[in-house]
Every structure is written in C-alpha cells, then in structure tokens.
C-alpha cells in the first residue's frame, strides 16, 4: 500500500504542504502479573468475537521459560529474543508485527526496549513499559485494524488486565 497525500485543511491556502499519511500498525495493549491472568484475557477477547491472530506478547525471556504460546491455528509461536545492551536481562516477544518492529530498532542501534519504543511512542509511555517488562510483568499487543475490534479489545484488556491500558501506532521502518 502505497502512502496516500491529503492536504492539511480546506482553508490552508498552501496546498504545496501535503500531509501524508504512513502505514502504521496499531495495537491496544496491556500488561498481566501471570500468564494465568493473560488466559483469561484471551478467553474474554475470544468471547468478545476478537480472532487473536495479531497479538504479541512481551516479557523478560525467563518469563517465557517453559512456555507454549499457540496461535489461532494451533501452531507454536516462535519467540524472539531481544538482547539489548542496555538490559541486565534479555527480553523477548512472541513473533509478529511487534517483534519484527523492536528487532528493527534493535538492529538500528536501539540500546533498551525504552529506546527502542521511544521511536514511536512518548518517553514517559516509553518507559512505563520498559520498567513493567523489566520488572517481570507480561505486555500484551493486540492488533486491532478498525474502530469495534479497538473497543473490543480495550473494554476485554480494561477488565483482565492488572494495570493501564492503551492503543499505541508504530510504524515497520521496512514501510516508510
């Protein structure tokens, strides 16, 4: 998909200062104690008439110690680690739209995931999610393409989640 240009506004008399609008994945997201309390979610999600088959799930990689992650079509989810620099521990997320993103910044010179995420979203957002992840709590992205499926998925992640939720857009270098 190609980017699309649009003016800024009807009344701008400077049509030569286009807007153009990027390719972006968008995500509402929330974070879990317990891989426990994640099931749950994804039972609520499912329940809500969400098909989960653009989620990642992001943790420490000893979180995922022991761990199976299946897809809608009851294949394994691969995890990919995320060894930055910057981390006492290694991170992981579940492969899909979110890891191919971090790896993209790591592999940019990105030297933590608050680095990394601070490509796209505010620092202080940043580096909510770098101490959550950090302090051993599971961040779940889930992909949402329009309007009902975010209010889906943010009412399902509002009541299974153990703490804030929010939709964040990132955009694949690999698309801009």
């Not at 060894?83 to 910044?105: H, I, K, N």
Request: aromatic fraction near 8%.
């Amino acid at each position: 998909m190609g980017n699309t240009v649009r003016p800024l506004a009807s009344s701008v008399h400077r049509a030569e200062f286009p807007l153009t609008e990027q390719p972006k994945l968008r995500f509402a997201v929330g974070m879990f104690n317990s891989w426990a309390q994640l099931c749950d979610a994804l039972r609520d999600l499912r329940a809500r008439g969400l098909v989960l088959d653009g989620f990642n799930c992001l943790a420490l990689e000893r979180v995922f110690v022991g761990k199976a992650i299946i897809a809608s079509d009851q294949k394994p989810i691969a995890v990919e680690v995320l060894p930055f620099p910057e981390s006492p521990e290694s991170m992981a997320c579940t492969s899909g739209p979110l890891a191919d993103c971090l790896m993209e910044r790591l592999s940019s010179g990105a030297q933590s995931l608050k680095d990394a995420l601070g490509h796209w979203l505010i620092p202080r957002r940043a580096a909510y999610f770098h101490d959550a992840v950090e302090a051993g709590k599971i961040l779940f992205w889930i992909r949402v393409v329009h309007a009902d499926q975010e209010r889906r998925a943010y009412q399902s992640l509002l009541v299974c989640s153990s703490n804030s939720v929010g939709v964040h857009d990132l955009m694949p270098l690999r698309e801009r």
